[in-house]
């Protein structure tokens, strides 16, 4: 209908995708009138989200990596500008992806559009000078960790702690004998969980050296078992074409990955939203990271903080080894995770401190509280108009 409240919702990953079906969700129950378009990916469809493209075609991980599908990503900017001027959303939600959001943002901004961004641009980390253009941009911050707010307090933007969404949707379903008979694994063998990212930049740096660990840890502890939870954003046949240089068996898991994640003991886990789910899981792990090589300098040059890996960064120091570049090889991922399956002692260690993590993390119902702040600036705007 005609005068139907619009919303459109912005990201450019998988976990982006997840996040903004939640807000879709969230919006409905407080105003079932709302319609919703965006960039999104299955989660975001299944959440009634009319999709004016898929987040498979934007993930790209660093500097460089973007060249590769720049004309993609300026098609798409022009499509959304001109919705903007041809369908006058009541509000913009921007999900993370920074490099593109935060350019869209102006675009709104400039015609009149109210922007709300939901998971905050890693300022802490890198990029300090964007909280300038937040300010002129965007008209409400809605964080995910305490620690953002008092940056955005003096920076003068409008921001409130809505909680972390993670704390409401990493669940597993069901014991670890139960998971394992599920998915067809051994109930009382050695399990390691894969997790080499949701885009295929990750999987093509990272799959290799992990499977390569696979197979010296697999001569270490003959019995162990691996499982690979396939993300929503990556094709079924790239897996597992990738996975038939591996010498030792994968288990590739569909849409149970954190039952999947959470019947492991294990873990060897890309840079990324995903070691912070693994934590949350209380399962050991390590992380590993690997970009292109022209990208890395650049990113020491603006990188700001000590850690990559989120587990350590909320925690302020190292509790999860991190392999970087030219140390994610297969010898060093099977030599540092080798005493997480052998040692009770570093494994309590480390489950400890992951629940340290979860503790910082404060409470759970970020979905629905920036579900509230969403529609009273949608409300807001229809008012105004």
Request: aromatic share 6%.
């Amino acid at each position: 209908m005609e005068n139907t409240p619009k919303i459109l919702i912005l990201t450019g990953e998988a976990s982006g995708d997840l996040y903004g079906a939640q807000i879709a969700s969230a919006m409905r129950e407080v105003d079932p009138t709302l319609a919703f378009y965006g960039v999104g990916g299955i989660h975001m469809r299944a959440s009634a989200v009319n999709l004016l493209a898929d987040v498979s075609e934007l993930g790209v991980v660093g500097f460089t990596e973007v060249l590769g599908k720049l004309g993609r990503i300026r098609t798409l900017f022009s499509r959304l500008r001109r919705f903007l001027s041809t369908d006058r959303p009541a509000l913009v939600i921007l999900i993370d992806y920074p490099g593109f959001n935060l350019r869209f943002a102006r675009v709104a901004k400039e015609s009149g559009i109210p922007v709300l961004y939901y998971i905050s641009p890693k300022i802490w980390a890198w990029g300090a000078g964007r909280i300038r253009t937040i300010k002129e941009t965007v008209n409400k911050m809605a964080v995910i960790f305490p620690f953002e707010v008092p940056l955005y307090e003096k920076a003068g933007v409008d921001v409130t702690y809505v909680g972390h969404p993670l704390l409401d949707i990493v669940k597993a379903d069901g014991s670890v004998p139960e998971i394992r008979q599920r998915l067809g694994l051994a109930p009382d063998r050695g399990t390691v969980a894969l997790l080499p990212g949701s885009r295929q930049g990750e999987v093509d740096r990272l799959l290799a050296p992990m499977l390569g660990a696979a197979d010296i840890l697999r001569q270490r502890l003959p019995d162990l078992q691996f499982l690979l939870p396939l993300a929503d954003t990556l094709s079924e046949d790239l897996l597992r074409n990738r996975m038939k240089q591996s010498t030792v068996p994968i288990h590739l898991v569909r849409r149970d990955t954190y039952s999947a994640v959470a019947a492991s003991d294990a873990a060897i886990v890309a840079s990324g939203t995903a070691t912070l789910e693994t934590a949350l899981l209380g399962i050991p792990m390590v992380i590993v990271y690997k970009v292109s090589p022209l990208t890395y300098p650049l990113a020491r040059l603006v990188i700001r903080i000590d850690h990559i890996g989120l587990p350590n960064i909320i925690a302020g120091r190292t509790v999860v080894p991190e392999l970087i570049q030219g140390d994610a090889s297969p010898e060093r991922i099977a030599e540092t995770i080798l005493p997480l399956l052998t040692d009770n002692q570093r494994r309590t260690a480390m489950t400890d401190a992951f629940a340290e993590v979860r503790r910082k993390l404060g409470t759970g119902g970020a979905a629905r509280n920036t579900a509230r702040i969403a529609c009273a600036m949608a409300l807001e705007k229809g008012v105004r108009s």
